[in-house]
């Protein structure tokens, strides 16, 4: 397809967007059946639950997976935090090394794909079913998962392909290819296609059309309706503008936009957490007491541990291979540096993030407790914990915030656009870097997906495409699949590069260029 076909195509859906929304419900009608009956058993296969369990069998899988990278590399995690610590900073970074982005921008960077709704969302769901001994689960995992993302990040860098014009590309789908031919294993060309393919498919929908469509949401919330197609535009816009630059271009605005999100969320955090200090060592003993009894919630202990796992992956997506892309691009001649600067991402949105949320839903006393017993009320379903105004999902954060800062609700709609935007540029690299390996570099092939990519931010905004994002979000988990198979395969590639930098560390070969 050419590119005049491409603008052509732009333009036309642009034009038509106001005829469009007064089709919308049709629209959206005949694609959520068509999506529901193709992609429906995909889908239930992905987050189907263990025999006997409620609890998805993709998620024991990533836990199972960082687990096992905790144990074989040693608690990596922990011993070299330190060092990932200085290398963020830019203590060892060479300017004349290989690559396109800081260790600060490549980590900005994929943490502005991971830290989103889900934070601020998904953490409300996990505490109002499972209550706040989830969030013991949580950190658990988060911490677990630095493991998993040391593994990728590390790949992605030592397999990854540098040009001429000091561009490089890397990801899963480069170290699953030339891996697995340098180990002299079959498979790993096949294995490269398919996660490029579930990439590309989440990251137009999971990574776009939702975050586009919560964005409308939350601001038609503020300004009042209107129709979906006008954020759309604005945010097609802003998100070309941002992403026709390459990484470069990303990283210059993920580098400026990641800190000020989270300082804007977190402090608001630390304010409710100071004005209710007194609380505080409430909610910690409710969180660890809820971890090991489930203090009442749905599903008990088990309920707590299943919602806390579940959440982690789902906001770090630690082994999904993501974050590997965009830490591909990093400049250094050390691949295993960029694994150490990127467990400080599930830390960072996990740890502290999810912990900062669940910990002011807790205190705002939004949860029911019955004061005779102690325990949580549960809703007439039995499958959640009754709240004082029946919220759930982002509403329930917005008002455990408001409890304390009456005008928060407006915070978080800024917080909910900036985590959508940075999203979506984050995950328009991861799907750029999964079509080129699939049809090729060039500036052509790579206009082609943006161009496609930002109509697909208007789509997200006008629609409400149910199955569509549940079949992206599938497609995300699917990735994960794919990524771990093959890092099982390549784990000992990464223990050798470990231990030749560990040593070359410790002798005083590697020094650092400032201190």
Same mark, same amino acid.
């Given at each position: 397809?050419?590119?005049?076909?491409?603008?052509?195509?732009?333009?036309?859906?642009?034009?038509?967007?106001?005829?469009?929304?007064?089709?919308?419900?049709?629209?959206?009608?005949?694609?959520?059946?068509?999506?529901?009956?193709?992609?429906?058993?995909?889908?239930?296969?992905?987050?189907?639950?263990?025999?006997?369990?409620?609890?998805?069998?993709?998620?024991?899988?990533?836990?199972?997976?960082?687990?096992?990278?905790?144990?074989?590399?040693?608690?990596?995690?922990?011993?070299?935090?330190?060092?990932?610590?200085?290398?963020?900073?830019?203590?060892?970074?060479?300017?004349?090394?290989?690559?396109?982005?800081?260790?600060?921008?490549?980590?900005?960077?994929?943490?502005?794909?991971?830290?989103?709704?889900?934070?601020?969302?998904?953490?409300?769901?996990?505490?109002?079913?499972?209550?706040?001994?989830?969030?013991?689960?949580?950190?658990?995992?988060?911490?677990?998962?630095?493991?998993?993302?040391?593994?990728?990040?590390?790949?992605?860098?030592?397999?990854?392909?540098?040009?001429?014009?000091?561009?490089?590309?890397?990801?899963?789908?480069?170290?699953?290819?030339?891996?697995?031919?340098?180990? %002299?294993?079959?498979? $790993?060309?096949?294995? *490269?296609?398919? &996660? @490029?393919?579930?990439?590309?498919? /989440?990251? !137009?929908? =999971?990574?776009?059309?939702?975050?586009?469509?919560?964005?409308?949401?939350?601001?038609?919330?503020?300004?009042?309706?209107?129709?979906?197609?006008?954020?759309?535009?604005?945010?097609?816009?802003?998100?070309?503008?941002?992403?026709?630059?390459?990484?470069?271009?990303?990283?210059?605005?993920?580098?400026?936009?990641?800190?000020?999100?989270?300082?804007?969320?977190?402090?608001?955090?630390?304010?409710?957490?100071?004005?209710?200090?007194?609380?505080? %060592?409430?909610?910690? $003993?409710?969180?660890? *007491?809820?971890? &090991? @009894?489930?203090?009442?919630?749905? /599903?008990? !202990?088990? =309920?707590?541990?299943?919602?806390?796992?579940?959440?982690?992956?789902?906001?770090?997506?630690?082994?999904?291979?993501?974050?590997?892309?965009?830490?591909?691009?990093?400049?250094?001649?050390?691949?295993?540096?960029?694994?150490?600067?990127?467990?400080?991402?599930?830390?960072?949105?996990?740890?502290?993030?999810?912990?900062?949320?669940?910990?002011?839903?807790?205190?705002?006393?939004?949860?029911?407790?019955?004061?005779?017993?102690?325990?949580?009320?549960?809703?007439?379903? $039995?499958?959640?914990?009754?709240?004082?105004?029946?919220?759930?999902?982002?509403?329930?954060?917005?008002?455990?915030?408001?409890?304390?800062?009456?005008?928060?609700?407006?915070?978080?709609?800024?917080?909910?656009?900036?985590?959508?935007?940075?999203?979506?540029?984050?995950?328009?690299?991861?799907?750029?870097?999964?079509?080129?390996?699939?049809?090729?570099?060039?500036?052509?092939?790579?206009?082609?997906?943006?161009?496609?990519?930002?109509?697909?931010?208007?789509?997200?905004?006008?629609?409400?495409?149910?199955?569509?994002?549940?079949?992206?979000?599938?497609?995300?988990?699917?990735?994960?699949?794919?990524?771990?198979?093959?890092?099982?395969?390549?784990?000992?590639?990464?223990?050798?590069?470990?231990?030749?930098?560990?040593?070359?560390?410790?002798?005083?070969?590697?020094?650092?260029?400032?201190?």
């Amino acid at each position: 397809m050419s590119r005049q076909t491409l603008a052509a195509l732009a333009a036309t859906l642009i034009v038509a967007g106001p005829a469009a929304a007064q089709e919308a419900s049709t629209l959206d009608a005949r694609v959520n059946e068509i999506f529901a009956q193709a992609t429906g058993p995909f889908v239930n296969f992905i987050f189907a639950p263990i025999y006997g369990t409620g609890f998805p069998w993709i998620v024991m899988w990533l836990v199972i997976a960082a687990t096992v990278f905790t144990i074989y590399f040693g608690f990596v995690q922990f011993r070299f935090f330190g060092h990932a610590i200085r290398l963020v900073k830019g203590d060892y970074s060479d300017p004349n090394d290989a690559g396109e982005v800081s260790h600060f921008q490549a980590l900005a960077t994929a943490l502005s794909g991971t830290v989103g709704l889900g934070n601020i969302a998904g953490v409300a769901v996990a505490v109002g079913i499972g209550g706040p001994g989830a969030t013991f689960w949580m950190i658990l995992a988060g911490l677990l998962g630095m493991a998993s993302k040391f593994t990728e990040c590390t790949l992605g860098v030592k397999y990854r392909n540098e040009y001429e014009d000091g561009t490089v590309s890397g990801g899963p789908m480069y170290y699953l290819s030339k891996g697995f031919r340098e180990l %002299g294993l079959p498979g $790993g060309g096949f294995l *490269a296609v398919l &996660f @490029s393919i579930f990439c590309i498919l /989440g990251a !137009l929908g =999971g990574g776009n059309m939702f975050q586009a469509n919560q964005a409308h949401a939350q601001i038609s919330g503020i300004l009042g309706d209107y129709p979906g197609w006008i954020t759309g535009l604005v945010f097609a816009f802003v998100v070309f503008l941002v992403i026709v630059g390459g990484i470069k271009s990303i990283a210059r605005v993920t580098e400026k936009i990641v800190p000020f999100m989270g300082i804007l969320y977190v402090g608001a955090a630390l304010i409710i957490l100071i004005v209710e200090y007194d609380k505080i %060592g409430w909610a910690f $003993g409710q969180i660890f *007491a809820g971890a &090991f @009894s489930g203090l009442g919630v749905a /599903g008990g !202990l088990v =309920g707590a541990l299943i919602q806390g796992f579940k959440r982690a992956a789902f906001s770090n997506e630690a082994g999904v291979g993501s974050a590997a892309i965009a830490h591909s691009a990093v400049r250094t001649k050390e691949p295993i540096t960029e694994g150490f600067v990127s467990l400080l991402e599930p830390l960072i949105d996990t740890v502290v993030i999810c912990t900062m949320t669940a910990l002011v839903i807790t205190i705002s006393g939004q949860l029911i407790v019955n004061p005779e017993t102690g325990r949580f009320v549960l809703n007439e379903a $039995g499958s959640a914990i009754s709240t004082i105004d029946g919220n759930t999902g982002v509403a329930l954060t917005s008002a455990a915030f408001a409890t304390g800062i009456s005008w928060f609700p407006y915070v978080l709609a800024v917080a909910v656009v900036l985590f959508a935007f940075s999203t979506m540029i984050s995950w328009s690299y991861y799907g750029l870097k999964a079509w080129t390996y699939l049809f090729g570099e060039g500036r052509k092939t790579e206009l082609t997906f943006k161009i496609i990519f930002c109509v697909f931010v208007v789509i997200g905004a006008s629609a409400s495409l149910g199955p569509v994002i549940d079949f992206s979000d599938a497609a995300i988990f699917a990735m994960a699949v794919v990524n771990i198979f093959g890092l099982y395969f390549l784990m000992k590639v990464v223990r050798r590069e470990l231990g030749s930098y560990s040593a070359r560390l410790h002798s005083g070969e590697i020094v650092a260029y400032k201190s």
